[in-house]
């Protein structure tokens, strides 16, 4: 492969104005133009909503694709923390630079200066946004915007409306997303699940999608394409995020020839409420925040099974404060996640199965009172008691970490353009700002950056230098890509009942090998990863993989809707995204930010990075039928050198 | 190691309907054994895992975040919207509430907004379309003012974001005699009407989503204030008040 194909497009010259002057370098479209120019956008949480609207306003055809019966439903609804933004309004000596330093260092060293600098310099213009939009954020009694500290941060420029600020953020992109609908300059297509992207000589030019409700393949065409279709932590089976949420528009673009960019990097969230039952269907998030308060501790006795109530002081390990005086309970997510794990491996874990910690209000309690914790964290502990049926006021909380976000995604340059032409990427679904660990807090900002600000700006450049050749349905390129997706569905599809491949055919659920598959990849691409196990996992997943690809079948059943083969279609996309995870996080020796191998590891058990061989991002490219090939898009620092983290 | 889960067995009565042109009618099963720390939305899991086993067609049922925000899940348990348990969507219900050898009855939100569209789905696509009636600020990216340029008093901010919270699930107007929106519309233009940015468009707003909601065949408010009852996120029927005299405006 060519190097150029690699460019990133990087501005030149001083950081600090290289996104005004990029964009001031844009070439324009007249509105009379813009009329009859098309954009595809496909996902409709913050990123795809916030980029949809825009364009729509700006004057573009835009049709919008969901795989949800409403675009309010986007799984950014959940998001609870906050938005960052570098607006100094608490007067604590946050600036640009200093949001824009904190993102990279978060990130390990592994994101773009360049992308980072342009994110904090965007920050302050969504909040604008946002409010203008109605978005009901948290405010001081003199009628300011609030703000809070987050995720470690030395300042308050964390952005709220209470533990709901992703659903409120995304109503506003939303509602303005059902404006231009209204306005006829969206049509907004609902319950359309994307299943191939469509490229002609090279460009893509639209998708086709299988209607949820009809079953029935439908080719899109537009003169860009935009995926904001999130993150992949559902690779895990378990994780934090919407049961529904998958993978399969950014892994299906990266089988057409997009690179996807640093798989192995999942960050996994310290406080989660636990996994139980067998039968449990997903992980939930309880707010990080809760650590302000919250001691989290262990039996000392590998074992101890008694009521955590009547285990003596003496008994217990505050583990996070004993191995990390400086931080305490506040170290970063991969480090308290980390140290969980080995402490519950090493048979210390309370619980069912022994996999969770304790964390423990009692002392908050005692110091401020059972109504200051109930008034801080109310709808927090009102979550935790539904689902866990214990009173965390009275008992310690159970908690355990679990895959949240995944800062690796489909490569994208400076312009959130792919490898394929006049294909853009937003939100999580491309690699982006985070390099190797994402800040909290940031995944808001980020999304709603591309959204609203960068990508319009950007596929107006592309739509401006291209001819755009008409291309319809029955295109060739359009005709192959729908054949190769009903081909996918024929194969799966077996008449209730019965079975030609092999006995009792489509009478296991699909669960129930996504199952194996996030066992699988937690325990081998989780928290911790080491050479081995990851080799053992590449084999254990290509028997799995072969196991599907013979027995795993889903009945018919004459109704033109069917949500198991939807899974199936979603899990086989999952079975080679977590192929390409374990190469990447085996290929990347070293340990950075989430990725933690345990070859490269301190004396005090602390993340080695390699910044002599792998100070670059890992781009991925797909071969049918051969091993993927990796490529490298070196990283380098001007503002901000590499420093090594220490939390003790 | 694992710490003993209670079990219970628990008798479901489901609403089957292939598609929305079919006869629909109710179906009994049985399941055994069921830990109590799972929800009814992962005890359905459970059955459809058995009726696959058995070659028969799952049961569809709308979910997605299944931690009571994305609003996509809902059906009627015993006959209340999302069941027994105040303020908890459908997917944050746990066995725990129930005892073993319960008969639970589940049916779909029933309203003529609302197109039956297979056993427990039903088609809210309504609520969108009365959102894009008017339930916005019109500004375009990119031309907001400084963000502090307004201040919100915080009473007021908190009133608004109480009535923001609406996640959408239609409870409201499945538990409503006249299958009415009400709660839903009123939620909206409270939180708009109360906020400064909201203020240029109130009149027009409270107007247009109210007449597209009667254009959508939602019915009218007559005070039964069920919809308060089973809101899962507790906005208050108050604010239909609030909406009536914003007609007057």
Request: aromatic share 6%; charged share 20%; glycine share 10%.
């Amino acid at each position: 492969m060519s190097r150029t194909r690699l460019d990133p497009r990087l501005p030149e010259g001083p950081l600090a104005s290289a996104w005004q002057r990029t964009r001031e370098g844009l070439p324009l479209i007249s509105p009379s133009n813009k009329r009859r120019l098309r954009v595809l956008v496909v996902g409709t949480g913050l990123a795809g909503s916030s980029a949809a609207a825009t364009l729509a306003e700006q004057g573009y055809r835009v049709q919008v694709l969901t795989y949800h019966d409403s675009p309010r439903r986007a799984h950014s609804v959940a998001a609870q923390g906050g938005i960052n933004a570098a607006r100094n309004y608490a007067a604590d000596g946050d600036s640009v630079e200093r949001l824009f330093g904190d993102t990279v260092r978060g990130g390990d060293f592994r994101a773009r200066e360049a992308g980072c600098h342009r994110l904090a310099e965007i920050s302050g213009a969504i909040i604008d946004q946002c409010v203008a939009q109605g978005v009901p954020f948290a405010r001081e009694y003199g009628g300011l915007l609030a703000q809070r500290n987050f995720g470690g941060a030395l300042v308050s420029r964390t952005f709220y409306a209470r533990g709901q600020t992703g659903q409120q953020l995304l109503y506003g992109a939303v509602q303005a997303l059902l404006r231009q609908v209204e306005a006829a300059r969206v049509e907004l297509f609902t319950r359309r699940e994307m299943l191939e992207l469509i490229t002609v000589d090279g460009v893509a030019r639209g998708v086709i999608c299988r209607h949820r409700l009809s079953g029935e393949l439908e080719t899109f065409l537009a003169d860009a394409v935009v995926l904001a279709t999130g993150g992949y932590s559902n690779v895990f089976h378990l994780s934090t995020n919407a049961v529904q949420s998958n993978a399969s528009a950014i892994w299906r673009a990266h089988c057409r020839g997009a690179l996807f960019a640093n798989p192995c990097f999942t960050q996994i969230h310290p406080t989660c409420i636990p996994s139980g039952d067998g039968d449990q269907s997903k992980l939930t998030l309880m707010s990080e925040s809760l650590r302000n308060d919250g001691r989290i501790w262990l039996p000392l006795q590998p074992g101890d099974r008694r009521d955590p109530n009547s285990i003596p002081e003496a008994e217990r390990d505050y583990f996070l404060e004993r191995q990390y005086p400086t931080y305490g309970n506040m170290v970063p997510r991969d480090v308290a996640s980390r140290r969980a794990r080995e402490l519950c491996l090493a048979g210390h874990g309370v619980g069912p199965g022994g996999r969770s910690v304790y964390l423990d209000l009692a002392e908050a309690i005692a110091r401020d009172g059972t109504g200051a914790i109930e008034s801080r964290y109310g709808n927090l502990l009102e979550m935790y008691a539904r689902i866990s049926g214990e009173d965390p006021t009275t008992t310690p909380m159970r908690i355990y970490p679990a895959p949240h976000y995944t800062m690796g995604g489909l490569w994208v340059d400076y312009h959130l353009m792919s490898t394929i032409p006049g294909l853009f990427v937003l939100g999580e679904a491309n690699f982006s700002e985070h390099g190797a660990n994402r800040l909290g807090a940031s995944a808001l900002m980020q999304g709603l950056a591309d959204g609203y600000f960068i990508a319009p700006a950007t596929i107006t450049a592309w739509l401006a230098g291209q001819p755009h050749p008409a291309v319809n349905a029955d295109h060739p390129a359009c005709r192959e890509a729908r054949a190769a997706a009903a081909a996918r569905i024929a194969a799966l599809l077996v008449p209730a009942g019965r079975g030609p491949v092999a006995a009792g055919a489509g009478r296991r659920p699909v669960e129930a090998y996504h199952r194996q598959l996030g066992q699988l990849m937690i325990e081998a691409c989780g928290i911790s990863r080491q050479g081995g196990q990851l080799r053992a996992a590449l084999l254990e997943l290509e028997a799995l993989a072969q196991r599907c690809a013979e027995e795993l079948r889903v009945s018919d059943h004459g109704t033109p809707n069917n949500p198991e083969l939807e899974k199936a279609l979603r899990l086989q996309d999952f079975l080679g995204l977590a192929e390409l995870m374990l190469r990447d996080a085996l290929a990347r020796e070293e340990s950075c930010g989430a990725h933690f191998r345990e070859e490269h590891q301190s004396p005090e058990g602390e993340a080695r990075r390699d910044d002599e061989h792998f100070a670059h991002i890992a781009a991925w490219e797909h071969r049918p039928g051969a091993e993927p090939v990796r490529h490298s898009e070196p990283l380098t620092y001007s503002a901000i050198q590499p420093s090594q983290r220490n939390y003790r | 190691m694992s710490d003993p889960a209670t079990t219970i067995c628990l008798n479901l009565r489901i609403w089957r309907q292939a598609t929305a042109d079919a006869a629909g009618a109710f179906a009994s099963y049985r399941l055994e054994q069921v830990s109590t720390d799972l929800s009814l939305l992962e005890a359905l899991d459970r059955l459809n895992g058995q009726l696959i086993a058995a070659g028969e067609r799952p049961v569809g049922f709308e979910h997605d975040c299944r931690e009571g925000i994305c609003g996509a899940c809902g059906f009627l348990v015993n006959g209340q919207a999302h069941g027994p348990q105040a303020a908890t969507t459908v997917c944050q219900l746990y066995l725990r509430q129930f005892a073993d050898g319960d008969t639970l009855v589940l049916e779909p939100f029933r309203a003529r907004a609302f197109p039956l569209l297979q056993d427990l789905s039903v088609d809210r696509s309504a609520f969108d379309r009365l959102l894009m009636a008017g339930g916005y600020c019109s500004v375009n990216t990119g031309s907001a003012p400084e963000a502090n340029a307004i201040l919100i008093g915080r009473d007021q901010a908190t009133s608004a974001f109480d009535t923001a919270t609406c996640i959408g699930c239609g409870a409201c107007v499945a538990s409503c005699p006249n299958a009415s929106a009400s709660l839903f519309v009123a939620a909206k233009l409270a939180h708009l009407g109360q906020l400064p940015q909201g203020q240029p468009e109130r009149a027009r707003r409270a107007l247009a989503m109210q007449q597209r909601m009667a254009a959508e065949g939602f019915g009218s408010c007559s005070n039964h204030l069920e919809c308060e009852a089973v809101c899962p996120k507790q906005i208050s029927a108050d604010w239909i008040s609030w909406m009536r005299r914003e007609s007057w405006r």
